[in-house]
C-alpha cells in the first residue's frame, strides 16, 4: 500500500489536485481517497454526497470525508473510558469533572485527526493507494508533528510511572503485609511494571506512535504540495517546506496550480525561491483550463496534466 498527502495553503487547489490524482490512479490502481479537511469539498469535485460514509465511485475508486467533530467525540468518549477503567479507584476525587472539560483541550482534533489517519491506513489493505487531502498548512503541521511529539511525553510519563511502582513497592515492604486490594473497589495495586496497566498502556501507545511515525517517514509514504505562482502562497509554501523538513517527512512533489501566459514569470519566481529554500523534489505545473467556469458541465478532477505519473515518480520502489 501507497500513502499519499495533499498539502498546501487554503485555496491553492489541493483538494482538486487531490481528486484528480486518485482519478487518473484508479484507472490501474485501487484507490480510497479521504478528505481530512473540516470544509470539505472532496464530494463536491465528484458531485456526489457522501453522507459521512464511504462511497464507491467506480471499480477501483472510493471516497471518504472524515467528520471532525464526530471523531473528535469518538476519541474523548474513548479515551475518557480508559481513564474512567483505569483509575476507577480514585472515583471519589469526582474525577468526571475533570474528565468533562477534556472536550475544550488543546490538541484533541489533531490526536482525532492523527487515530483517523491510523484507523484509515490500518484497515485499507484492500487499496493499494490511499490519497490524504489535508486541511489548511497549520492544522496539518500540528498532526503530522504529534507522533514524534506524543513519543517524548510517553517516555516521560514511563519515567514517573515507574518512579511511582518503584515508591509504592518501597512503602509495602516498610509496612510489611499490606493489603494490594483497594477496599471497596475491587482494584489491586502493581508493584511489579509487568502488572501495572497504566505503564503497560504508555508502552503500548508508544509502539503505536513509533509504528506511525515509521509508516509517514517510510519510502511507502509521500506528500505534494499544492502552490500557486503569487507572494502569499509563497511565504505559506515555504513555512510548510521548513516545517516537513523539521519533522522528516518525504515532501517529494510540488505542483504549481493555475499557471497560465500571464503569470508564467511570477511561476519561474516562485519556484526558484522554493529551490532556495530546500525543496528537494520535482516541480509540476498544472494551467489554468478555459472551461473551469461557473456553469460548466467539465468535471474538475479530469486535468490534462498527468498528476497519476508525478506522484507515482515520488516512490522510491516502483508500484505496479
Sequence with gaps: MKIIFSTGKGGVGKS?????????????YRVLAVSLDPAHNLGDLFNVDTGGKRRRLTKNLHIEEIDLQKLSRQYLEREINVLSDTY???????LDNYFSVLKYSPGIEEYALLTGIENTIRDGGEYEFILFDTPPTGLTL????????TITWI??????RRKIIEKRYTIQKIRGDVRREIPGSGTVLAYDERDDAVLNRLR??????????????GPDCSIFMVFNPDILSLKESQRLINGLRELELPLRLMIDNKVAAENRSMADEVEAALCKEGAAGNFLR???RPF???????CLYELEEDIASAVLSTFNEKTG
Design 88 to 94: 476507577k479507584y480514585l472515583r471519589a476525587l469526582n
Design 292 to 298: 473551469f467556469q461557473a456553469g460548466s458541465d467539465a
Design 204 to 217: 503500548s501507545l508508544k509502539d503505536r506512535y513509533k509504528n506511525l511515525t515509521a509508516t509517514l517517514a
Design 16 to 28: 482538486t489536485l487531490a481528486a484528480a490524482a486518485a482519478w487518473q490512479l484508479s484507472r490501474i
Design 142 to 149: 500540528r498532526f503530522l508533528a504529534l507522533p514524534r511529539i
Design 286 to 288: 498544472v494551467s489554468l
Design 155 to 160: 517516555d516521560r510519563l514511563i519515567e514517573i
